[in-house]
DNA sequence: GTGAAAGCGCTAACAA
DNA sequence: TTGTTAGCGCTTTCAC
């Protein structure tokens, strides 16, 4: 029956209200589960609402609540992996809540960021997650400062304004891989990393330290440059070409695939001439033959997290605040003793 | 000076136009481009715009325009490479037009799954592109069916609504995979593969029809179910217990995970003891070793022409229409001739 | 070319 | 408990 009638067109409150014969106040109380509400009032919009299939405009309530329960996603590039799966946390628990989320992909290009902002500013989107491209960028940061919602950052750096943060604690995880490749006698040992971003500073970090904690002399090299395939690719071939690394670490997924790639076109037997490390436990790492050892990180949870702080400042009334997530070095066989 | 003000409070046109001494409307024309503007108004007013930084509120205009410039994306599984891949084409295009993207994420749950539709409707969304979890869900489809606004279907059949659909051939793709493997002697073939959607009927039918057209009995045996990892694997550990096929096609990128981590565990020599082709050319294909054959396909373009297909029907008034794009298949060392 | 006024569909005082 | 009223911020007739 309700779907007789909906097929038609869309009804609007005020027809409900008609149909009801009440004042469309009392079908938005209806509506939105206003106590002061008489049973009799209650059954005779609802079944309105069901005769008409009303179903209320959002877009309207938006408006009108001055709230859109919706927010921002200012992501970098989607088709990584990494970006997909804390879409995905922070999409479900969005959604959980009873929030949509806007998906803006700046393909790298921080103009391209900036002016994202700006767009879901306009639209009018409740809060704002995003992983800044570039943490000096002065457009994308003047417009972050100038937005009056809550803004969650992820994994950046952003200095001089205020937003809650969820952070991975790269220095760690990339401490234990370095770690356990100094245990297994390994000395010169490559990272190839970005750069101008909080995961490549904190990772360059924990590998520094790593030889400091041990006392060892400073006999590693650092290949640092975007966080590109290309990157990868490049300084693995200089890496090999070099001829001095018995080891090598790709601060990185995307290091991590252009590495790859050059030891599978090389033949690089990995574990046994040549140890590695990646970041980031996508797919391959574990069916790669060998299986790749990678410093790990929860990344859905990274998504769940973000969103989590953006209602902690939303609903709670909280102030910004940083959370910050572990990351685990996982041994595999792409790790051997260094060769002699 | 603009950004000295702006920072203060978000200025309305009622504000502007005020500043300016102007009408409203005056400034509503002078910023939506109205051909009948005088230069004087024009400037009077950007100079009042400019100097509150104003910026037009995007739901109001909504509400009012009846378009809200947004397109809503259902998608099945983002951590899907092959979803974060189309998303990432529609989301680009959509951009490059003016719109926007909510994306939402079922989860694998067709109930779900419906209820974002009717959620996206409520957000009085532009347009829905969708790649249906269950070509066969009444309410699913209901849902489509009661919607107002242009729908585009990815790689789905789902009968009785005009909806505009893009489609990969997958037959020929499948077809030239089991060609080259009975070229390289293979009979006992398997395959691994979903149900209930195209992809999955298309790629049953693509590989039957290689055995049909070359006139040889069906010596192949088929694994049907979910397109899940978890399939992939408990197929793959039938079939190599079974120990009779010498060639394996895994039909989905997710069923192809699961298969090479079998082939991985138990060591199996792809392309000497058993060859092996997957689909969709994600990142492990030829990175793994050796490098895996795969039918491939172009995802960052089925997203881009969704969106196309979506702004034909809006902007040109076109009728829905199906697009098909080709699928290849790619051979590599994981197929090799039938061993002795 | 410009302004006044009505209203998109809804909510929230306030009054009854 | 219910209805009346005044908008949210914008666009768009319709006069002038």
Same mark, same amino acid.
């Given at each position: 029956?309700?779907?007789?009638?909906?097929?038609?067109?869309?009804?609007?409150?005020?027809?409900?209200?008609?149909?009801?014969?009440?004042?469309?106040?009392?079908?938005?109380?209806?509506?939105?589960?206003?106590?002061?509400?008489?049973?009799?009032?209650?059954?005779?919009?609802?079944?309105?609402?069901?005769?008409?299939?009303?179903?209320?405009?959002?877009?309207?309530?938006?408006?009108?609540?001055?709230?859109?329960?919706?927010?921002?996603?200012?992501?970098?590039?989607?088709?990584?992996?990494?970006?997909?799966?804390?879409?995905?946390?922070?999409?479900?628990?969005?959604?959980?809540?009873?929030?949509?989320?806007?998906?803006?992909?700046?393909?790298?290009?921080?103009?391209?960021?900036?002016?994202?902002?700006?767009?879901?500013?306009?639209?009018?989107?409740?809060?704002?997650?995003?992983?800044? %491209?570039?943490?000096?960028?002065?457009?994308?940061? @003047?417009?972050?400062?100038?937005?009056?919602? *809550? $803004?969650? &950052?992820?994994? !950046?750096?952003?200095?001089?304004?205020?937003?809650?943060?969820?952070?991975?604690?790269?220095?760690?995880?990339?401490?234990?891989?370095?770690?356990?490749?100094?245990?297994?006698?390994?000395?010169?040992?490559?990272?190839?990393?970005?750069?101008?971003?909080?995961?490549?500073?904190?990772?360059?970090?924990?590998?520094?330290?790593?030889?400091?904690?041990?006392?060892?002399?400073?006999?590693?090299?650092?290949?640092?440059?975007?966080?590109?395939?290309?990157?990868?690719?490049?300084?693995?071939?200089?890496?090999?070409?070099?001829?001095?690394?018995?080891?090598?670490?790709?601060?990185?997924?995307?290091?991590?695939?252009?590495?790859?790639?050059?030891?599978?076109?090389?033949?690089?037997?990995?574990?046994?001439? %040549?140890?590695?490390?990646?970041?980031?436990?996508? @797919?391959?790492?574990?069916?790669?033959?060998? *299986? $790749?050892? &990678?410093?790990? !990180?929860?990344?859905?949870?990274?998504?769940?997290?973000?969103?989590?702080?953006?209602?902690?400042?939303?609903?709670?009334?909280?102030?910004?605040?940083?959370?910050?997530?572990?990351?685990?070095?996982?041994?595999?066989?792409?790790?051997?003793?260094?060769?002699?």
């Amino acid at each position: 029956m309700a779907s007789d009638v909906s097929r038609h067109r869309r009804a609007s409150m005020r027809e409900v209200a008609e149909k009801a014969g009440v004042a469309m106040s009392s079908v938005s109380r209806v509506m939105s589960g206003h106590p002061d509400v008489s049973p009799a009032m209650r059954s005779r919009v609802l079944a309105a609402v069901d005769e008409l299939g009303y179903e209320p405009d959002l877009l309207a309530q938006s408006l009108r609540r001055r709230e859109t329960l919706t927010v921002g996603f200012v992501v970098g590039d989607i088709s990584n992996p990494l970006f997909a799966e804390i879409v995905m946390g922070v999409e479900s628990t969005l959604h959980a809540n009873g929030y949509s989320m806007l998906l803006t992909n700046s393909l790298g290009d921080p103009a391209m960021e900036a002016a994202h902002i700006g767009l879901l500013s306009q639209r009018r989107v409740d809060g704002l997650v995003i992983s800044v %491209l570039d943490e000096t960028h002065p457009e994308t940061v @003047a417009r972050l400062r100038e937005l009056e919602i *809550p $803004v969650v &950052v992820l994994d !950046r750096t952003v200095p001089g304004i205020g937003v809650s943060r969820v952070l991975s604690n790269h220095r760690e995880g990339m401490r234990d891989a370095v770690f356990h490749l100094l245990d297994l006698g390994h000395r010169q040992i490559a990272l190839i990393v970005g750069t101008g971003v909080r995961p490549a500073t904190e990772r360059h970090a924990g590998f520094e330290e790593a030889f400091a904690v041990r006392g060892l002399p400073r006999t590693y090299a650092i290949y640092e440059d975007s966080f590109s395939v290309e990157h990868g690719t490049r300084a693995m071939r200089e890496i090999l070409d070099a001829g001095n690394a018995t080891a090598v670490i790709a601060g990185g997924n995307q290091l991590m695939l252009g590495a790859l790639r050059v030891a599978s076109e090389r033949g690089v037997e990995l574990g046994r001439e %040549l140890s590695f490390v990646g970041c980031d436990d996508i @797919a391959i790492t574990d069916l790669y033959q060998p *299986p $790749v050892a &990678v410093v790990r !990180r929860d990344n859905v949870n990274m998504g769940r997290t973000a969103a989590e702080l953006f209602f902690g400042r939303v609903r709670d009334g909280a102030a910004p605040k940083d959370i910050e997530l572990p990351t685990e070095f996982i041994p595999r066989p792409s790790c051997g003793p260094v060769a002699e």
